[in-house]
């Protein structure tokens, strides 16, 4: 049902005020299809924004380092049993230039993201080894902080990616419902993946929790993924739109409108009004930026330098050989829609409270 004018100025203005909302509330928000009330949703997210972060927004460096994966999810483009995928592994001097590039073009981070790479995961210790020297490397070399998306790894993994100064550990469940996670992620653990994001925050690494939208979840299912976030007490939420992909049993399924994510985004930033919410260019591209800015996210994640033959996750080429990726093309965006790079020292001031508690805790 609809929700009216009234009552949805009396969510918002308690969201403002930082009061919990209730599931019918959260999901009426998330069912709203009215021009005018998505836009006094977004003017509410943009507030929260920036009270808490001012203009600024962070950008973020990604590097797939390799495409390889033991894994089948039914919507990644890059499941194992996929012949369409391109597969490539980067050496490490390879990652280590793209990461030299991104730190030269401004970024706040380095992501190093990877499938479920069997040379990297199923190796034992020389493996896991391996990836914390790339993490070392990487960090020595750029001075920035770096996030490490592995997939699900054991307990000691966690341990060594942490000496090796990770800051960041990045494992999205994509829905928080179980059945529809055993749908999806076939022959992976719920529970498995969950309780590897809690055992990394009690390493001190932060957290990025994600979901997907338009992959047959529920309003309902999203309330649950909100929730289910806040109990992590994730650091870092993000949103990304299901798109079909080449080669994969969801090739002919369509998917969800881009106003699915940005709507959703924007529910985050009421929910979440202090963490980063990022804003993808993985799913429309530089298009797509201003309107996921303009439902509150602030970081600009997937920069992608061009001419390496990196790819991106849900979109493998979109936009990254015309440069469209990088801080050049997107620090106009920023500027024409009000908004800037934030400094780096404010990125790290921001992890270090976090890391301490200093983040989550004020109102
Ligand atoms: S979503 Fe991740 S774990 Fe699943 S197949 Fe793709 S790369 Fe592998």
């Not at 994600?210 to 929730?227: K, V």
Request: charged share 25%; with cysteine.
């Amino acid at each position: 049902m609809q929700i009216t004018d009234s009552n949805l100025e009396n969510i918002l203005d308690r969201a403002l005020k930082r009061k919990e909302l209730s599931r019918e509330e959260i999901v009426s928000l998330l069912e709203i299809s009215d021009k005018d009330q998505l836009e006094a949703l977004f003017q509410a997210a943009r507030t929260l924004r920036e009270k808490y972060f001012g203009k600024d927004i962070f950008l973020y460096g990604f590097v797939y380092l390799s495409t390889y994966c033991r894994n089948d999810c039914r919507f990644c483009y890059y499941r194992r049993s996929n012949r369409d995928s391109l597969r490539y592994r980067k050496k490490e001097s390879e990652v280590l230039e793209a990461a030299l590039d991104l730190a030269e073009s401004g970024v706040h981070l380095i992501d190093l993201t990877m499938g479920e790479d069997p040379e990297y995961l199923d190796r034992g210790q020389a493996g896991i080894e391996r990836l914390a020297g790339l993490v070392r490397k990487v960090k020595a070399r750029t001075g920035l902080p770096v996030m490490i998306s592995p997939g699900v790894v054991p307990e000691s993994a966690l341990q060594e990616l942490a000496r090796a100064g990770a800051d960041w550990y990045a494992c999205y469940q994509e829905t928080h419902s179980a059945l529809l996670f055993e749908e999806l992620r076939i022959n992976q653990r719920f529970a498995e993946r969950l309780n590897t994001k809690y055992r990394a925050h009690e390493l001190g690494l932060l957290i990025e929790e994600g979901l997907l939208s338009g992959i047959g979840e529920t309003n309902q299912d999203l309330f649950l993924s909100l929730m289910a976030m806040q109990e992590l007490n994730a650091d870092q939420i993000r949103v990304m739109n299901f798109i079909p992909q080449k080669g994969t049993p969801l090739e002919g399924v369509a998917g969800p409108g881009s106003i699915r994510e940005i709507q959703i985004t924007a529910v985050m930033r009421l929910l979440f009004p202090d963490r980063l919410i990022p804003a993808s260019l993985d799913v429309d591209g530089l298009d797509g930026l201003p309107p996921r800015l303009a439902a509150g996210a602030n970081v600009v994640t997937s920069i992608i330098p061009p001419g390496q033959g990196l790819a991106g996750v849900a979109q493998s080429t979109l936009d990254i050989d015309e440069s469209r990726r990088t801080t050049a093309w997107v620090l106009p965006v920023l500027e024409e829609n009000g908004l800037q790079a934030g400094s780096r020292a404010g990125y790290r001031s921001w992890i270090e409270k976090r890391v301490q508690g200093l983040v989550g805790s004020e109102s």
